[in-house]
């Protein structure tokens, strides 16, 4: 799956990752832990210490998740995964997780090219309801979730830690 448009910057392909982007993604990833620390659950200084042998089983797609990434040029500027359970009677229904685009590149709608990636995904792989969770505070988030067709249908107090505070998540899902 590969699909490519134009901004104002140049050429973006939103493709599947493959073995060979590990290093990239996790210089992208430690980036967005950094820059963004909450919006993942996972912390930057645990993520420091993952073997390479972690960041290349992070992209091994199957049929039950994939990660997108958006690249411009030869450089990962985004990420955005899908996963499914297994399981018989909850494979109609994925999570979006681990979704961040490089600050440089934001406002040009590159995170909704890669929702679109991950709801052609859903489709091909028989899910019907998409689910994410985004910190409440996060408004720039939830709008562009908004305007891939996500709703709001309840909130997670308490969600996350960080630095002495707890922050909500909003739980969001979308109707294929």
Request: glycine share 8%.
């Amino acid at each position: 799956m590969i699909k490519s448009f134009e901004t104002k910057r140049g050429t973006i392909v939103i493709r599947e990752a493959n073995l060979a982007d590990a290093g990239q993604f996790r210089e992208l990833r430690l980036f967005a832990l950094q820059e963004s620390p909450l919006a993942f659950g996972q912390d930057y200084e645990t993520s420091l210490d993952h073997s390479p042998e972690y960041w290349q089983e992070r992209l091994r797609a199957d049929d039950h998740s994939v990660t997108f990434v958006a690249q411009h040029e030869q450089t990962l500027i985004g990420m955005m995964g899908i996963t499914r359970r297994p399981l018989p009677k909850a494979r109609h229904s994925a999570k979006i997780i681990g979704v961040f685009v490089h600050p440089d590149w934001r406002g040009m709608r590159i995170a909704d090219s890669m929702i679109g990636m991950c709801i052609e995904w859903a489709r091909m792989h028989g899910v019907n309801i998409l689910k994410l969770g985004v910190m409440s505070t996060n408004e720039p988030a939830i709008r562009c979730y908004e305007r891939c067709g996500f709703t709001v249908y309840g909130k997670e107090p308490q969600a996350m830690f960080y630095e002495g505070q707890y922050y909500d998540a909003a739980l969001m899902s979308r109707l294929l």
